[in-house]
């Protein structure tokens, strides 16, 4: 953690970090995280979550590794496959990838819908009108009127025709429980965890394992890259995607990386 | 960091997080370090840097390693051995060990000195009366008469008859650059950090590779149980540890305990 505290606090502006710093990546996004702190995006604990995902990424080596590419292009297929494809938004992914959430949700024709472990009406609108800044022009969650099953009242909260009726959701950053409990929905389910250990990749069916910051943007690429393939092209993408696989390969990295 | 979120951040009052949560340690350090945010001791960053550690932590086993143990039986030891100890607070050290801390200083006879990254006038008092509330007499560091050469002019403050002529300090959660200069002085440093290749603990004297809850207590426990003691058993004690396969040995656990 010392490392660390050697960057400076002080930048105002994300413009303002150099970006051929060794550590620009980093910088970005507790850059970005802090921001959202400040501005009741982000719940105090999205940062401590996001120190711990940075850690993870520092033994990844900050790069997006061929397994975890796989992945997106089987996130792609997935989204473009689907017939509701839903983009999950909590506090860190509001702070982290505004924009690269709603891009990747015009590429493949999803809704973006807020889902917060710490559920208020400020920050509800907080989210909702920083995604509206960077481009969204429908935001789902704020009429929260169904429920997951099997999760406790407060984190269940979804919009019917949102998440409740989607068929692929793209949970980033989510918590295991909510991401047990959407698989128990039969819903296909991406996650974006930088933790191969965690039990939300363990259950998703596409575990991304990779900084949310690099995946977002290159599963928007992915599938402006797939927009105009078949049904069955799409579908072997996603057959030869092997979820156990993508989460071995993470884990060697990460003891081998060290 | 998905596994995070599943844990409540309603939780007022450390006693309410129950003793035998599997995650107990890292539920009370995160409690300790929100209230620190919250209280103004912590710096935001701080938040995240203690949840970058949490993922060491994680790595290591959430325990301390016999490696570390032997690393904290040998700052024990420098520090009985010195002539003036200091033990350096910044702001997630007051937040987490307030009270560890200011024990450990009674048990070595060392100075309390508090020594910011973001160093504000307001955060230095709210770190001095937390101490104080933890049973401080006296704290270090409000003067600031005197600069760490090779440091730029703010990391650099220290008082002159703290920090400045300390022989052996303790410098928790330290950054790299001013754990570097603490060296440079000549200083015996005993750096704890949870990453093992950190600058910090790789130019400490005493790299003690452990989470800061467990640390101090431990340190200050060898104190007492050496407080009677030679000089040529204490010396003893701190020939015999080897720094470089302390650090070793916390890597490799981090490796195979993933």
Known sequence: M?????????????????????????????????????KGITHLQGMHAEGRGSAFDYLLGEETIPSADEAERAAAAHLLLADHPVLSIN??????????????????DADLEINLFNRTPERMQAIA???????????????????????????????????????????????????????????????????????????????????????????TEHARDLADAETDELQSVVEQFDREEALEAAEKRIRDGL
């Open 2 to 38: 010392s490392e660390y505290d050697t960057i400076s606090a002080e930048v105002d502006h994300e413009e303002e970090i150099p970006e051929d710093h060794p550590r620009y990546q980093d910088l970005l996004t507790r850059h970005r995280i802090e921001n959202g702190v400040e």
């Open 91 to 108: 506090g860190n992914v509001a702070a982290l990838v505004p924009g690269e959430m709603v891009e990747l949700a015009d590429a493949v």
């Open 129 to 219: 009108d920083h995604l509206r800044d960077h481009g969204a022009t429908a935001v789902k969650g704020l009429e929260a009127d169904a429920r997951i099953p099997n999760l406790d009242h407060k984190r269940a909260k979804v919009d019917a025709d949102g998440i409740y009726e989607a068929d692929v959701v793209v949970v980033p950053l989510e918590d295991g429980d909510r991401a047990e409990a959407l698989e128990e929905m039969g819903k296909t389910e991406i996650v974006i965890d930088l933790n191969p250990l965690s039990r939300s990749p363990q259950v998703a069916e596409v575990p991304v394992v990779d900084n949310i910051i690099r995946a977002v943007p290159n599963i």
